[in-house]
């Protein structure tokens, strides 16, 4: 019998393994890298941004970053980042409720 979160893990990894290595503008390592909240340069800074605070990311930001990368990369390098910050988040929570169940077990 499959459990509710071992088909949630296994559909994240699918997700994890499209957004990451699927076709692309940018290049997998570059996802990778910014799904891991890091890179170079501006675009590094602008994804540890992203993984910190992404509510604070302003459009200036955007359009500077426009300068240099077109919009399917910066898209591609937004959403990669978003889902490692989300992704990390999410184990944090499963190790915490892990945790506590095997205290009270």
Known sequence: ??????????LLETLK???????????PAVR???ADGEGEGALGAFVQQVHAAAYQV???QVRELQKSHTDDVLFEVIVSAA????????DAGLAMLDAAWKDHA
């Open 58 to 60: 302003t459009p200036e």
């Open 1 to 10: 019998m499959t459990t509710r979160r071992a088909t949630n893990t296994a």
């Open 83 to 90: 889902f490692g910050a989300a992704k990390k988040r999410h």
């Open 17 to 27: 393994d499209t957004l990451l290595r699927g076709p692309g503008q940018a290049s």
């Open 32 to 34: 990778t890298a910014a």
